[in-house]
Every structure is written in C-alpha cells, then in structure tokens.
C-alpha cells in the first residue's frame, strides 16, 4: 500500500513528521554544517588573501556543498515517506550512492547562477535591449531549471533512474506537480522573507551573520529540504514509486503462479487434461484451457 493511501499529505501531516521527528532532523543538520562551516571557514581566508569578496568564489558554495545536500534530502525523503529514519547512516549513505549526479548537476546550477550574475551586472552598466533580452533568457531558464530541481534532487535518492531520466520526468513534473510545485515556491518565498525581515530588524551586520549562523546550526538548511521533499515526493509517489510498486507486484504474483504450476507432476496434470482440449478447467485458481495442459504434459515429458 503506497503512502498517500495510508495518509492525506497536509500542513498537519507536514508538521506532525516535523515536529516527532525533530532531533533526527537536527542530527542530520548538523553533519551538514560541519562541511559548511569549513568551506566558510576557507572562503573567509581566500578572501582576505584577495582583499575583497569574489562572487564567483563565493559560488562555489554550490558543487562543494552538493553531496552533503544529497544526504540531507534522503534523510527527509525516508521521512517523507514515512520509513525508519536513522539520520547519521541515511544521511551518509545518501552522499555515497548520489554524489556524482549531485555533483553533475551543481556545475550546472553553478554555471546558471554566475551566468545570471553575470547578465544583472552587465545590465546595471548598460541600457542595451540585447543585454535585457539576454537577461530574460537567463532568469527563464534559471526559473526552469529550478522547477525542474525541486523534483530531480528528490527523484534521485528515491528511484534509480539515469541522469537524463530523471531531468526528463523532472521536467514533466513541472505540469504534473505544478501545485506541489507552487507550495514549494510559497514555503520559500515565505521564509525568504521572514529571513529578510530579520536582517531589517537587526540591521548590523556581526550580530545578523551570528543569527544566521545560529539559524543554520539549528536546522534551518534541513528545513528548507523538508519543505522541497515534503511536496516534491507526493508527485514522484504517485507518477513513479506506485505504479512501479503495484507492477512489481503482479509481476511477482505470476512468477509465483508459474512456478506453482512448473512443480505440478505429469500424474497431477492428467486428470485434468481429460476431455474437450478447448474446455476451461481451473489451475491454481486460475482458468485456462486443457490445451494448455497437454502442452504442460508433453514439456515435462520431453525434459524427462
């Protein structure tokens, strides 16, 4: 029986994961700051070295910290799912099986990003249409290719599927899922906001970076995940891990059935063969032709 037949996806169910499942959560967040907290660590000194800030640099953020995201994302997919949860072996065990398209898929994020800092820095210095046209086309494909993220990163630790696969029904969930879609966009956009709103209410710099810091340690990169898994899972459950499910399953059923009916013996098989070969008779609860039967006798015969 699939997850969604078992419970009604909801703000409660939402909270409910959340909040029971809190300490796992907050395990495995931790485990993702320490690689974050390092790689800060380095870009304070590269930057120093420097004498300002490179955002290019910066950016690299992305390809270091994606396998540690694949960890966090499969610790809140077997949530998700409501699965045994053990965040310290979930969490590694999803950097060991989906690092490289982890890793794969953040240059691509990488390359759009500095492509759309590029486009705004260019646009800031000059008035041209070109340059705006250009700009347009970047946030576009950055819009889509963001839609299409929220269900490849989920889709990847859930289903062993090649890497254009998964971009492909990721791209179809983008009108299956739409919906689930939109409340990933709100959740975010809502806590983007709450972020901003923070920084306008501090309004220093050293005592807003401490904040996010604490905010970060606290949880605040798991809960984000969560929000994307939450949403992005109910589509992928129901277009992929069901159907895929219940086709296992019959296909399972009849290998049973033809076992069962490859241990019947050429003695237990005749009585049933006699009469019209055209005539249904049951076999392991199933109805097929005597014909069929004869075929059965003659096979085991031969192999004899």
């Given at each position: 029986m699939s997850?969604s037949?078992?419970r009604?996806?909801?703000?409660?169910?939402f909270?409910s994961?959340?909040f029971?499942?809190?300490?796992k959560l907050?395990?495995?967040?931790l485990?993702?700051?320490?690689?974050?907290?390092?790689f800060?660590?380095?870009?304070?000194?590269?930057f120093?070295?420097l004498?300002a800030?490179?955002w290019?640099?910066l950016f690299l953020?992305?390809?270091f910290?994606?396998?540690?995201?694949?960890?966090i994302?499969n610790?809140c997919?077997?949530?998700?799912?409501?699965?045994?949860?053990?965040?310290?072996?979930d969490?590694?065990?999803g950097?060991?099986?989906n690092?490289?398209f982890?890793l794969i898929?953040s240059?691509?994020?990488y390359?759009?990003?500095?492509?759309?800092?590029?486009?705004?820095a260019?646009n800031?210095?000059?008035?041209?249409g070109?340059?705006?046209a250009y700009?347009?086309?970047?946030?576009?494909t950055?819009?889509v290719?963001i839609?299409?993220?929220f269900s490849a990163?989920?889709m990847?630790?859930?289903?062993e599927l090649?890497?254009?696969d998964?971009?492909?029904?990721?791209?179809?969930?983008i009108?299956?899922?739409?919906?689930?879609h939109?409340k990933i966009l709100f959740?975010?956009?809502?806590?983007?906001?709450?972020?901003y709103?923070l920084?306008?209410?501090i309004?220093?710099?050293?005592?807003?970076?401490i904040?996010?810091?604490?905010?970060?340690l606290?949880?605040?990169?798991?809960?984000?995940?969560?929000?994307?898994v939450?949403n992005?899972?109910?589509?992928?459950?129901k277009?992929?891990?069901t159907?895929?499910s219940e086709q296992s399953q019959?296909?399972q059923q009849?290998k049973?059935?033809?076992?069962?009916d490859?241990?019947?013996?050429v003695?237990e098989?005749?009585?049933?063969?006699k009469?019209?070969?055209?005539?249904?008779?049951?076999?392991?609860?199933?109805?097929?032709?005597r014909k069929t039967?004869?075929?059965?006798?003659?096979?085991r015969k031969n192999?004899q």
């Amino acid at each position: 029986m699939s997850v969604s037949a078992q419970r009604k996806y909801g703000l409660s169910d939402f909270f409910s994961g959340l909040f029971s499942n809190l300490g796992k959560l907050l395990l495995a967040n931790l485990f993702f700051c320490i690689p974050l907290a390092v790689f800060i660590t380095i870009l304070v000194f590269v930057f120093q070295a420097l004498g300002a800030m490179n955002w290019f640099i910066l950016f690299l953020l992305i390809p270091f910290m994606s396998p540690f995201f694949a960890g966090i994302i499969n610790v809140c997919r077997k949530l998700t799912a409501d699965k045994k949860v053990m965040p310290v072996k979930d969490f590694f065990k999803g950097i060991k099986e989906n690092w490289l398209f982890f890793l794969i898929n953040s240059a691509l994020l990488y390359i759009l990003t500095a492509g759309m800092f590029v486009m705004l820095a260019l646009n800031k210095q000059s008035e041209s249409g070109a340059v705006t046209a250009y700009l347009i086309v970047v946030a576009i494909t950055s819009l889509v290719f963001i839609l299409i993220e929220f269900s490849a990163v989920v889709m990847t630790v859930s289903v062993e599927l090649h890497f254009v696969d998964v971009f492909k029904n990721s791209l179809l969930f983008i009108a299956k899922g739409f919906v689930n879609h939109l409340k990933i966009l709100f959740a975010l956009l809502f806590t983007a906001f709450l972020i901003y709103s923070l920084a306008a209410l501090i309004n220093s710099l050293t005592p807003l970076l401490i904040v996010l810091g604490v905010l970060t340690l606290l949880g605040l990169p798991t809960l984000i995940m969560y929000i994307v898994v939450y949403n992005s899972y109910q589509t992928i459950e129901k277009h992929i891990i069901t159907p895929f499910s219940e086709q296992s399953q019959h296909e399972q059923q009849l290998k049973l059935e033809k076992e069962k009916d490859e241990q019947l013996t050429v003695e237990e098989l005749e009585p049933l063969a006699k009469g019209d070969p055209e005539e249904y008779v049951f076999l392991n609860g199933k109805t097929v032709k005597r014909k069929t039967i004869l075929k059965m006798i003659d096979v085991r015969k031969n192999n004899q």
